[in-house]
Structures are given as structure tokens and as C-alpha cells.
């Protein structure tokens, strides 16, 4: 039994063999479509019209348009608002807060407003988007419920076409925050907040000084992933407002679906799709450079 | 875990695996290649299509005995067909025989290789001269060359209301000779209704407002958007200006709609279902398919609606030759360059749009000896619409044509909107061109 003895004798060796299924897939299937994603964005590559049956090798083409077109700093700006608004402080603070005031309550308690929170997550995107738009549409839920107030119906979803999405992606992904922050919070010592208020700390100050930096290490992880996913975000936005009206809340995938397969230009299309996963690099590295530095 | 969980997860991963694998492979069995399949596509929901071609397909069979025709509906709205069935054309395997096809995907989709030209095969056709001519142009793409046969089109006119021209002392039938006799009117009947002249005017209506606005005006003048000798974008004429400042005049001499919805996605609906029936419009410039709200089964049915309304073809800017102007549209059958049954998809297509068969629920037909018949010109006032298919012209639907679909709604909007006069607004438009389909594709007149 050589064969046998040289794969536990290689701890390299057998760490590779065991490994390959899922290098191999991830190279075929992560790593591949992210280098052609790349060489693409070089392309003129089209869906149709002469580009589609001769693509050639543009340079950066493709990257000085983007930078010289208006729609693409509106929808940066539009992702940057939502991203901010939706990610970082929505989705976080409600989810925190959620976790935090669940903390220590009774068992039923927590269960159903966890349970409540937890439907929002489970409801595919595109259900969301549905529910929501028959809520803030010109006759939907919303209105008729202001309407007993006497207040005149408002075009929620054209007058504040931005806001509308950012609330409706918050209601849609703080549970997750929620469930992240719940783990951490659990995993605070009982000891630590009990010596810290013996020591005369108020509420506040355990908060702050205590509890924060123990489940810092939490809080970031959730805040890379809830960056990439809100980066993400098309179906909701898609289905709700369209982009719309006008530009007003196009966001990057929004806008690289419209020059793809609108407008056709899948160079151009996945050229956008590139600065997005830059975007996304760039975001979780300052988040996990900003963990480290101050361990 | 147990033993036997552990094998039973084994095989089940391995089973998950294999069909994978498989399912990737797709399904190659549906007997194509051998000649004995005409395999056709089309998008769907559309009901009188598909009674149509069941009809069609009978016929057919019957008549080759050896060949199923197989009828595949894409469900799919009007902005993701193309992008569909473009998917399906790309590939030998997936490629169909025959495929519904929007006419202004027809440019695009030569040049890209997609489509198989027919000239040869039309030209031997008898029945080829029946089809209008201007209509021709619609399915004329690369090389100059025909890539479908048309099955329905589509022309824009001005709807007006024959009582509100009356009661203002306008004689009807009305014909204006030139843009300045639909503003007199406009003017005339200014304070008996709401909306004096109505016209697609927003980016929200999207491609409505460059095709049943902006490109009617336009090819009543004597400027062109593209110049198909220098392939080339013509950003700045004088009729691009006329044509702005036409939209400008209506706007700012309060003849258009409200812009608090006029220039919203809501508008055309408003004007059609509501408004037009309470005789609060004075003019539209609309399709042809207006009247289909007022039908019993439409979304607002009026049936004494010819009562009131009239149509009359737009005249061109000063009543130059032809005298009228209008736009056209419509769908066309297909057959794609990576189809194995092209001699046969010919026969089916040939059968599908002769003067027997050609039946596509209540859209204009492209072909002259239909248009004559009495069963086609019981619906009311399509004689007259079928009529405008003699001066009519298609979009110049080239490489970059949605670019310059949007740059222009941006204008027109601007226009509307009174953020741009009609020259600031073609200034704008000519940069934002440039910048999108690059400067050495364009021109100047």
C-alpha cells in the first residue's frame, strides 16, 4: 500500500486531492466568468447589429465612455445612497436593534418578533417588490390608510422613487443583521457587562465601551456582507420602480442591465458589471482593514 | 452519522451529479435536421397568432406529408423577446426555422448575421408584388438585401374629434395641408377642451415618443436621421429643428396636455381611455390602434366612437411631396441563417402570408390585394389607414439606434419641459450622440 502511505504522508498532497472537486469548480465557475468578464470589457461584443458578428479587441473604450456618460455618475451616486442608506445604516441599526432589545427577553417574545423580522428575509425578492408595490401604488394600502387621515394619495413610488426602495430593501434584509448580531450579543460574557456594572458603568457607557468592541469582529463581517448583497440588489429595484422614473433610482446593476440587453451593448454592459465587483473588493477590504488595525 | 446515512448522502450527492450533467447536455431528440421538422417561434401571448398559424400548420401538413410543424411560443413581454430568441438563434442546436421577428430587429440582426436573406427566394415569388413598397423597406437590412416577409404594420395619424371642430367652426373633413394649419386648428378649439393637441412627449413613453412624435415630424420635412450612403448619424438639419420647434410651439402656446401627467409613462392611457371619449382631446397624433380601447373587449369600450372621432393623415412641414407624413412598424416572419430547413421555411412562409391565409387579427395588412377586400374594410376607417402605407417610411433601426432612440426622447422631454429651447435641445443632442455612438459616426447636414 505505497500509494496509501505517500497521501498521509503529504499533508500538501492530500489536502490538494481532497480540495480539487472544489478548486476545479470554483475555478470553472467563479474564477472563469470573472476572467471573461474581464477580457469582455475590451470588447465591442454586441447582442446584435455588425458588433455581434464582428467583436474586436476596443481597449479602454468602453471605460473612457463610461466615465464621460451622465447616466453612469447618476447611477454611481444612486448606488452610493442606497448602499449607505439601505446597507451600512438601515439594515445595520435596525438589525442591532432588533438583536439588541430581543436580548434577555422572554423565550415567546423573542421567537415572534424574530419570526416576524425573519419573514421579511425568507420572502424572495421578487414577492417583496410585488407586496410593496401593492402597498405604496397610488391606490395601495398605504394611501387608503392615509386617506382615512385625510391625506391626499401621494405617487409614493414616482414622487420618492429612491427612499421607496432603500426602506423596502431594509424591511427585506435586517433580519439577517438581526441573526448576526443575535449570535454575537449571545456570545457576550455574562461576566464581563456584570463586572463593568459593578464598576459603576450606566447602560450606555456597558454599550458602548463593552459590549460594542466585544462583537466588533461580528459587525464587520455583517457589514461586508450586507455591502456585497445590497451592491447586488436588482430584482427589487427592477420590479418596483424599473430605475425609474428617469434615472432617479438606477442603481449600477440596473444600469448594466439597461446597456446589455436594452441597448444591446454587452461589452460596454459588462465593462460596468466590472467596476461593480471593484466596487465590491475595494469595500471589503477597507471593512477588513479597518478590523485589523485596531486589534 | 452511520454508516448507511453516509452512503445513502453518497449516492444521493452522485445522483444530483448525474442529472446535472445531463441536463447540461440538453435535450437533442425533437428529430431536427432530418428534414421533417419546421420548427417556429413566436412571442406569446398572442392569440390570433396562434389560431392563425394552427391553421396554417394543417394546411401545410397536409401538404407535406412528411413534416410536423412545431409551433414554440416564447412568453415574454415585447423588451425581452428579441433578447430571447436572439439566444436561440446564436446556436445550430437551438436555432428554429422560422421566427417572428419585430421589423425594426431586422437591420440589427442582419448585420449581425442572424437572418438568412430571401431576396432570390421573394423575387421568384408571385405574390411579392402585392406588398406595399414602402413596407418593403422595413425588411430590407444589410447588403440591401430582404431577411422576412411582413405579416402585420402599423402607421400613425392625427385622431381629432369631428364635434369639437364643428362647434368651432372648422370644416370637416378636415385635412391640413401643412404643420402651420394644425396649430391654426390647435389654436382654434384651445378653450373647449382640455387637452387641444396631444402628443407622446416624455422619456417615459420611451420609444413612443421618438416613433409616434418626433420620427413622424421628422420625415415630414426634408432632413433624415441617418444618412444610409455614409452610414452615418445626422445629428444636427433643419427639419431636426423644425420638428422640435413644432413640439415647442405646442407646448408653449399651452395647446399640449397638463405636464403634471402629460409627459408621465400614465399619459397616452389617459388620453385614450378617459379624456378622448369625454371629448377633452382636440387632436392626437397616435397609432393606428387607438380605437381598439373603444372596441367592446378594449379597456374603454365607446362604441358610437366614430361618431366623433375622424382621422387625417399629418401633413409635412410646409406640404412638400408626398403631402403626408407617418411612421411604420409591424412584424415579419423569418428565417434564421442557422435554420436546416430554409427551402421548406420559405414554402411555410409563403403559404402563411398569401392572400387566402394572411389573417393577423385586426392589424394592417402589408399586402395590397387584402387591403381591397371587403371583409378587411368593415373595421372602421382602415381604408384610410391602410392608405398611409403609400407614403409611409420605417426607422432607421441601424447598429446604435436605441442610443439614439433615447438621446432623442431626452429633447423632446427638454423641449416639453421648457428646460431647453429647440436649438439648446439639438446642441444637447448632438453631444450626447457623439459621445454615445462615437463622433466618426456622425454628421452635420
Known amino acids: ?295 | 452519522m452511520s454508516y448507511w446515512s453516509k452512503r445513502i448522502l453518497t449516492l444521493l450527492v452522485l445522483a444530483v451529479v448525474a442529472v446535472a450533467f445531463t441536463g447540461c447536455g440538453g435535450d437533442d431528440n425533437d428529430a431536427k435536421g432530418d428534414g421533417k421538422t419546421l420548427e417556429l417561434v413566436y412571442k406569446a401571448p398572442d392569440d390570433s397568432f396562434a389560431s392563425w398559424m394552427k391553421d396554417v400548420k394543417k394546411q401545410f401538413e397536409s401538404e407535406h406529408e412528411d413534416v410536423t410543424v412545431d409551433i414554440t411560443e416564447i412568453q415574454s413581454n415585447e423588451g425581452d423577446y428579441p433578447n430571447k430568441k436572439i439566444l436561440m438563434m446564436k446556436s445550430e442546436k437551438t436555432a428554429p426555422d422560422i421566427v417572428m421577428e419585430d421589423s425594426y430587429q431586422i437591420k440589427p440582426d442582419s448585420a449581425a448575421g442572424y437572418l438568412e436573406p430571401i431576396t432570390d427566394k421573394v423575387n421568384a415569388w408571385s405574390d411579392w408584388d402585392q406588398f406595399f413598397e414602402p413596407v418593403k423597406d422595413g425588411v430590407t437590412g444589410k447588403g440591401g438585401e430582404i431577411y422576412g416577409v411582413p405579416i402585420s404594420t402599423d402607421v400613425r395619424g392625427l385622431w381629432y374629434n369631428k364635434k369639437v371642430f364643428e362647434e368651432a367652426g372648422i370644416d370637416v373633413p378636415w385635412q391640413p395641408a401643412t404643420w402651420e394649419e394644425v396649430l391654426d386648428a390647435a389654436e382654434k378649439i384651445k378653450n373647449q377642451v382640455e387637452v387641444p393637441f396631444w402628443l407622446n412627449s416624455g422619456k417615459a413613453m420611451g420609444e413612443g415618443t421618438t416613433m409616434q412624435t418626433f420620427l413622424v415630424l421628422l420625415n415630414g420635412t426634408d432632413s433624415k436621421l441617418y444618412d444610409e450612403e455614409k452610414e452615418k448619424w445626422i445629428v444636427k438639419s433643419d427639419g431636426f429643428l423644425k420638428s422640435l420647434e413644432f413640439i415647442d410651439q405646442i407646448y408653449s402656446n399651452d395647446l399640449g396636455a397638463s405636464l403634471s401627467w402629460g409627459i408621465t409613462g400614465q399619459g397616452g392611457a389617459k388620453v385614450s381611455t378617459e379624456l378622448m371619449p369625454a371629448g377633452e382631446v382636440g387632436i392626437a397624433l397616435d397609432g393606428n390602434w387607438v380605437p381598439g380601447n373603444w372596441q367592446e373587449n378594449g379597456n374603454a369600450p365607446w362604441p358610437e366612437w366614430s361618431e366623433s372621432i375622424d382621422l387625417a393623415p399629418m401633413p409635412t412641414a410646409d406640404g412638400q411631396d408626398p403631402g403626408h407624413t407617418t411612421v411604420s412598424g409591424g412584424w415579419t416572419l423569418s428565417i434564421p441563417a442557422k435554420s436546416d430547413n430554409k427551402d421548406l421555411a420559405m414554402e411555410f412562409i409563403k403559404m402563411a402570408t398569401s392572400k387566402e391565409n394572411l389573417r393577423y387579427g385586426s392589424q394592417l395588412t402589408p399586402r395590397k390585394d387584402i387591403a381591397e377586400m371587403d371583409e378587411y374594410n368593415q373595421l372602421t376607417y382602415q381604408d384610410k389607414m391602410t392608405s398611409f402605407l403609400e407614403f409611409t417610411s420605417y426607422r432607421p433601426s441601424y447598429d446604435n439606434y436605441p442610443a439614439v432612440s433615447s438621446n432623442i426622447q431626452s429633447a423632446v422631454e427638454a423641449v416639453t419641459t421648457d428646460n431647453l429651447t429647440p436649438e439648446e435641445a439639438m446642441k444637447q443632442f448632438a453631444k450626447d450622440v457623439k459621445r454615445d455612438v462615437g463622433e466618426e459616426n456622425t454628421k452635420t447636414e
Open chain 1, 1 to 295: 500500500m505505497a500509494k496509501h502511505k505517500s497521501i498521509n504522508g503529504n499533508p500538501y498532497l492530500r489536502a490538494l486531492i481532497f480540495g480539487s472537486p472544489a478548486i476545479v469548480l470554483l475555478l470553472l465557475f467563479v474564477m472563469g466568468p470573472i476572467i471573461m468578464t474581464i477580457y469582455f470589457s475590451f470588447t465591442n461584443m454586441a447582442l446584435t447589429g455588425e458588433a455581434a458578428n464582428n467583436t474586436q479587441f476596443i481597449g479602454f473604450d468602453n471605460f473612457t465612455r463610461m466615465f464621460n456618460d451622465p447616466s453612469f455618475k447618476t447611477s454611481i451616486i444612486n448606488t452610493l445612497i442606497f448602499l449607505i442608506c439601505s446597507a451600512v445604516i438601515g439594515q445595520q441599526l435596525v438589525g442591532f436593534l432588533v438583536a439588541f432589545l430581543m436580548k434577555k427577553k422572554a423565550k415567546p417574545f423573542r421567537s415572534t418578533i424574530g419570526l416576524l423580522v425573519l419573514a421579511g428575509w425568507i420572502t424572495p425578492e421578487i414577492v417583496v417588490a410585488f407586496v410593496w408595490f401593492a402597498f405604496l401604488s397610488d391606490q395601495g394600502t398605504l394611501n387608503t390608510i392615509l386617506g382615512f387621515a385625510g391625506i391626499e394619495p401621494i405617487a409614493w413610488l414616482l414622487k420618492f422613487p429612491l427612499i421607496s426602495v432603500i426602506f423596502v430593501n431594509i424591511w427585506h434584509g435586517a433580519a439577517f443583521s438581526m441573526l448576526m448580531y443575535q449570535a454575537a450579543l449571545d456570545d457576550v460574557p455574562q461576566e464581563v457587562e456584570e463586572a463593568a456594572k459593578i464598576d459603576g458603568a450606566n447602560a450606555w457607557q456597558r454599550l458602548w465601551r463593552v459590549t460594542l468592541p466585544i462583537i466588533k469582529g461580528a459587525a464587520v463581517t455583517n457589514m461586508v456582507l450586507v455591502t456585497l448583497q445590497t451592491l447586488g440588489v436588482f430584482t427589487l429595484i427592477f420590479a418596483l420602480t424599473g430605475g425609474g422614473p428617469g434615472e432617479k433610482s438606477t442603481t449600477l446593476p440596473l444600469f448594466m442591465y439597461d446597456q446589455a440587453f436594452v441597448n444591446y451593448q454587452l461589452g460596454y454592459g459588462t465593462a460596468i458589471s466590472l467596476v461593480l465587483l471593484l466596487i465590491g473588493i475595494a469595500l471589503s477590504l477597507l471593512y477588513i482593514r479597518f478590523l485589523k488595525t485596531d486589534d
